[in-house]
């Protein structure tokens, strides 16, 4: 328990976060009142609720190696807080929400003030700090981070943001994988944007926990409460508050002392006991008790969060709050979009004791002298070891990745035989992947790889077929030393877990190589969540197979047609989708280093960001192909990476050329072969990237644009020497506008071919037909964009 002076500069520095946090909101409104219309009322008072336990956490609880994920809408109250450090800037809070200022919802890409976790997406960075505990523990079962001490993963939750279901399915992986060592501490304020919360929720959020093997303190009653309750009449001034329905008691907590009182004495009479401890107050002194709630009362919280610290334990808080507590907004049911009015400021300011012209200066108003509280905050736990975005070296990555040279495999298989050579290694790379899938292992190519790293569990658990001598393609065990970790089939926590592990060398200090298997189909459904590991920079590998409608007998739930967009679209993720393992190979390996690289210079060769480094999507397929038999020279390596090369470069008189890319490969070939008895000089461009492709062409423009006249893009060049009159004929089993694009590189009349309605059963020959992407659909789209004498081998159909 904190001393009484602790506890009285904590108070005061509460009330100081409450100030600047309510200022830098009511400061942007002001500034940007005629611009937008965009009000920020949100902020200010879901902000205003979450003032005391943030003070309890930054100014005393948080050690340096603790993690927190604060709720959205409190991050002025964040900024506040890290700008009394000294980790903010007053020019970034007075350009809050503006342009390069302080980030809306904190944000670790784009705050300067050491974020741990970027929130935004409600519920997402909720499930984020349990997935971060769980890659602490595989860090440290693997023996890395001998001496560093293990860090709480904390988020700051808003009671409707627990409708979220991500939540929920990530509680369960928890549960599953015996989580340790996080928090989560629900603000309890009963208000969600449009309604409040219905009765008795709490009751069911802490059966929930309980049921999934969390501890669960509630903190409804603050110490003013739990003092008036010991007075005589007390117990039934609780039965009283812990039987008011929600609506009514935020109602009278935004109509005052005279509105507590009138109510209290007409529901409980004239009691003697209860009545005279009502009556003994004042109107000021009834509406700070009634406001006591566990949530805005330090001495509660310090005392649950250090009992807390004492064992490692999952432990939700279940904090009662006031939504917008301390300002004149406080309990109203519309203050999600409400704002303190220039006058209701300007009286407020004056309680604040904060003199005009001195709203930002660090110790205005503050009733404990200056030198003290510098000394105070100068020592604070949680900023002991200073900024705590660590760095990791890199791993190195070997000249070549092996496979089995086998005369057809598809991509799936040829990913499974790569990671298997690598898992048959000793080399360093193969201790730093770590692999993952939701229930898909098997059937995405990982088993191999899987017998040989085995599966990652705190506790180690034999293989019970193993054990009793039943024969199994499968030899799967768990341990401390496993590097796969198996998670239930939802996609949203594969993304979130990628996100945490493709976090570690930034968190923990240490680099984790993550890659993720799952059906392609199914990145929609953990889109939100694979975002959401991007904006944050997180780095990993997703290996989405198989794609596009080649899973024809399955029918058109199971095949995908937008992802190839979602792979272009997304920033932060480079994706590919490549028809031969040996491009697929050049890519992993150019990929593992990738996912370790920040900093330097653009590539002048294709303007792509690649020295940034970032994360990475593979589009694979289950189809086998005939696999060519070809040295890989470093430039044909370097055109992969760069997203396509020549199969058979067009000669000065081409007429057409078939791009074509993924899985398609076969019918694309098969139609350059038969038009090139009737179409002079064909070419055949392969395309292992669109989305590089793409983004090279983009930032080559760009480049002209601002004067460097000598950029020139990877497409630009390849597209270059092909005759103007020539036709292009753009082919994948797909959404044709993955490569619609690429006819107005250098003004080429084109035809895109793919995919745009959802597919039937059938099988791949029948769905390729049905869809005008077979050698027939290329030939009858070639014949109409490059006219000439007819086609001799195409069919009628």
Known sequence: MADARHLSILKELERKVLWLSTWTIHNANHLRANEDGMKIGGHQASSASLSTILAALY????????????????????????????????????????????????????????????????????????????????????????????GRMISLVGDAEMDEGNIFEALLEGWKHGIRNTWWIIDYNRQSLDAVIREGLWQRFEALFRNFGWDVVVLKHGSLMQAAFKEPGGEKLRDWIDSCPNQLY????????????????????????????????????????MANLGGHDL????????????????????????????????????????????SQ????????????????????????????????LSAVPFIQKGTRCYTAPQVPVPEKLAFPANPAMSTQQGFGFILNELARSDNPLASRIVTTAPDVTVSTNLGAWVNRRGLYARESLVDTFKKERIPSTYNWEFSPSGQHIELGIAEMNLFIVLSALGLSHSLFGERILPIGTLYDPFIYRGADALNYACYQDARFMIVATPSGVTLAPE??????????????????????EPAFVDELAVIMRWAFDYMQREGGEPDERTWLRDETGGSVYLRLSTRNLEQPQREMTPELADDIRAGAYWLRKPGPNAQVVVAYTGAVAPEAIEAVGLMAEDRRDIGLLAITSADRLNAGWTAAQRARERGLVHARSHVERLLGDVPPHCGLVTVIDGHPATLAWMGSVMGHRTR????????????????????????????????MIAPGRPMRHLRAV
């Open 752 to 783: 895109s071919l793919g995919v745009e309605h959802f597919g039937q059963t059938g099988t791949v020959k029948d769905l390729y037909r049905h869809f005008g992407i077979d050698a027939q659909g290329i030939i009858a789209a070639a014949e």
């Open 250 to 289: 935020s109602a009278l907590t935004y109509q005052g002392g005279a509105a507590w009182r009138k109510r209290l004495l007409d529901d409980l009479g004239d009691q003697g006991p209860v009545t005279r401890l009502i009556e003994k107050r004042s109107d000021e002194e009834l509406a700070e008790l």
């Open 555 to 576: 029918g058109g739930a199971h095949q995908s047609i937008g992802t190839p967009l979602v792979g272009m679209a997304q920033d932060g993720l480079a994706s590919f």
């Open 59 to 150: 100014f005393s609880v948080l050690r340096p190696e603790d993690r927190v994920a604060v709720k959205p809408h409190a991050s002025p109250v964040y900024h506040a807080i890290q700008y009394l450090f000294g980790r903010q800037t007053r020019e970034k809070l007075e350009n809050f929400r503006g342009y390069k200022g302080a980030q809306s919802y904190p944000s670790r890409t784009k705050d300067i003030d050491d974020v741990d976790f970027s929130t935004g997406s409600v519920g997402l960075g909720v499930a984020q700090t349990l997935f971060a505990s769980l890659v602490q523990d595989y860090v440290k079962a693997h023996g890395w981070m001998k001496d560093a001490p293990e």
């Open 299 to 342: 001495p509660s919280l310090l005392d649950a969060f250090e009992k807390a610290r004492q064992h490692d334990r999952p432990v939700c808080f279940l904090a009662y709050t006031i939504k917008g507590f301390g300002l004149p907004l406080a309990g109203h049911k519309d203050n999600h979009s409400g704002m303190l009015t220039p």
């Open 345 to 376: 400021m300007e009286a407020w300011q004056k309680t604040q004791g904060v003199r005009p012209g001195h709203e930002w200066d660090k110790f205005e108003g503050l009733k404990v002298p200056q030198a003290e509280v510098e000394r105070f």
